[in-house]
């Protein structure tokens, strides 16, 4: 009989309340870990899951923007960081 853990990946799930991104544009976080993934709608897009803490609780949010996909993937090694997500035109960017 094959035994689940033997066979199954490990995933790396984040925790905390889901939120909205529009209810913490301009507001300061702590951004504490992030995963992307590729979309389950459409196969050619990345998605990224986003852990963060504000006013001392954890959420998550998530976006398939393709600004804050980089800027985490080129600042992971800062984390955990402070920030603030911004809407410049039609993106959002950490700033």
Known sequence: ???FSDFAKNEHL????KITIAKILG????????RIFTSSFSSNTQCLDLQFEYDGEEFIIFTNSKV???QI???SSMLPFETVIAKISKYYTFT
Do not use: A, F
Not at 14 to 17: I, N, Q, V
Not at 27 to 34: E, F, L, N, P, Q
């Open 73 to 75: 993937e080129q600042y």
């Open 68 to 70: 804050l996909i980089r």
């Open 14 to 17: 984040l925790t905390g309340k």
């Open 1 to 3: 009989m094959n035994k």
């Open 27 to 34: 507001k300061t976080i702590i951004v504490k870990d992030y």
